[in-house]
T-cell receptor
Framework: GQQVMQIPQYQHVQEGEDFTTYCNSS?????IQWYKQRPGGHPVFLIQ?????EVKKQKRLTFQFGEAKKNSSLHITATQTTDVGTYFC?????????????FGKGTKLSVIP | NAGVTQTPKFQVLKTGQSMTLQCAQD?????MSWYRQDPGMGLRLIHY???????DQGEVPNGYNVSRSTTEDFPLRLLSAAPSQTSVYFC?????????????FGPGTRLTVT
């Protein structure tokens, strides 16, 4: 079945350093979504990418969707302690409606002040 | 709007007990789903519904039942709790038409089965 893989599983950075997490799907995706989950909280939608090669920015966060629409990345510039949490990518399940998402296992980001 | 609400927040069950996790949304979303989250496993889809009266199985449906009698409510029933069902359960909803297909998550229910 469809697999969505994320690396790394954990990342510890010094405050001010950059951070990148990568997401790879075993199948081509119609779109990819990114979520952030703070410790003890629930996942919160960050963004959706739809077009091949799409790049979107939200302040210090940059999201990319690969040309083949099978991979994506999230890059955070100059991390802050407020960036702490787990970042998940998710893509629609192959052959299903766009609402059935397959989530990656997430990248847990720790920021050392 | 309250968004997606879940009750209870915490629950401890004994093996073999049954219970219902409640989920409600007030955004008139068509699509609702239940996920479980286990350490290092991400979010796994249990059941989902594309509208009132329509439900289907997700990736890990065994041991769980759902129903959708109204647009607002989507309860998850554990038939006979097992320790393997110890997890955090999230309910989510999405509008169901057009993009983006962002899912709105409830605060979660932390379930322990002893």
């Amino acid at each position: 079945g469809q697999q969505v893989m994320q690396i790394p599983q954990y990342q510890h950075v010094q405050e001010g350093e950059d951070f990148t997490t990568y997401c790879n799907s075993s199948t081509t995706l119609s779109n990819i979504q990114w979520y952030k989950q703070r410790p003890g909280g629930h996942p919160v939608f960050l963004i959706q990418l739809v077009k091949s090669g799409e790049v979107k920015k939200q302040k210090r966060l940059t999201f990319q969707f690969g040309e083949a629409k099978k991979n994506s990345s999230l890059h955070i510039t100059a991390t802050q302690t407020t960036d702490v949490g787990t970042y998940f990518c998710a893509g629609p399940k192959s052959g299903a409606g766009s609402y059935q998402l397959t989530f990656g296992k997430g990248t847990k980001l720790s920021v050392i002040p | 709007n309250a968004g997606v609400t879940q009750t209870p927040k915490f629950q401890v069950l004994k093996t073999g007990q049954s219970m219902t996790l409640q989920c409600a949304q007030d955004m008139n979303h068509e699509y609702m789903s239940w996920y479980r989250q286990d350490p290092g496993m991400g979010l796994r889809l249990i059941h989902y519904s594309v509208g009132a009266g329509i439900t289907d199985q997700g990736e890990v449906p065994n041991g769980y039942n759902v129903s959708r009698s109204t647009t607002e409510d989507f309860p998850l029933r554990l038939l006979s709790a097992a320790p393997s069902q110890t997890s955090v359960y999230f309910c989510a909803s999405t509008l169901g038409s057009g993009a983006p297909y962002e899912q709105y998550f409830g605060p979660g229910t932390r379930l322990t089965v002893t």
